[in-house]
């Protein structure tokens, strides 16, 4: 029996004293000083707290303008106003501008914040009998809307949280434009173009009822404005008639 020299006992168990042992390497998360973080936490949820106070503000005043122009129009128009069917109308357009403030779905906190309106939007137009009622509504919907983002911010944001803090270290305000980004109303909020947009819409609908309203009472409207498109087309197709004949002679 051949016995094995000492070297081939190494190689056959692995072992090799000249191969070089591989070091664990231990690779320690750097963690953020816990006074630091909460200075950092403190200056997000302050920002969020004060620019969502004066966002609802805004939203406040545009609907009191919206309240100023119904209460301004004739007692005909009122009865047309107060219809269900003008509640919906102006709620779902109050949704999809708020939506617009932020560019669209998709942004987290202005996505929360449309999605709480949302029901009191709903409730305000199934439950509303007057316009002041239905305004009202959305008024509380927005600022219960706004003090659920705030209390919830960070939940929210779980995500984006810790990239947040990071922008806020050291008294920085980088994490405002980050927070514009994520959905946040920004200061470039204008009220009087918000109020603009719902009165625009508000007066299309009260004036295409009357239209309708006015239809009804005078079957002849309808007529009239059938004959008037009709001779329109047809004026329309004798000027086109002209226009080939002449170029077929030249």
């Known amino acids: 029996m051949i016995e094995e020299t000492e070297e081939e006992k190494k190689k056959g168990d692995g072992s090799n004293d000249d191969k070089p ?46 309240e100023n122009w119904v209460a301004s ?72 809307a706004c003090w659920f983002v705030r209390d919830a911010c ?21 994490f405002v434009p980050a927070l514009y980004a994520l959905g946040l109303p920004s200061s470039a909020f204008q009220s009087a173009d918000f109020a603009a947009s719902l009165i625009g819409h508000a007066e299309a609908y009260r004036n295409a009822r009357e239209l309708r309203r006015e239809a009804v009472k005078d079957p002849t409207i309808d007529k009239r404005a059938e004959d008037e498109a009709h001779a329109r087309a047809i004026q329309e197709e004798l000027l086109q008639s002209r226009k080939d004949a002449q170029s077929s002679v030249l």
């Open 21 to 66: 042992s591989v070091p664990e390497v231990i690779l320690a998360e750097q963690q953020r000083d816990p006074e630091e973080a909460a200075v950092a936490e403190l200056a997000i949820r302050r920002f969020v707290r004060e620019r969502l106070s004066d966002f609802y503000e805004q939203v406040e005043a545009s609907l009191n303008s919206l």
């Open 154 to 174: 960070m939940s929210i944001l779980s995500h984006q949280w810790a990239e947040l803090l990071d922008m806020a270290t050291a008294g920085s305000i980088d």
């Open 73 to 144: 129009q004739p007692a005909d128009a009122q009865e047309v106003l107060a219809e269900r069917g003008f509640f919906d109308s102006v709620g779902d357009r109050f949704l999809v501008e708020l939506y617009g403030i932020a560019g669209g779905k998709g942004a987290p906190v202005m996505d929360t914040l449309v999605c709480e309106v949302d029901g009191a939007v709903s409730f305000a137009q199934a439950s509303s009998f007057h316009p002041s009622i239905f305004i009202e509504g959305l008024r509380r919907g927005v600022r219960d």
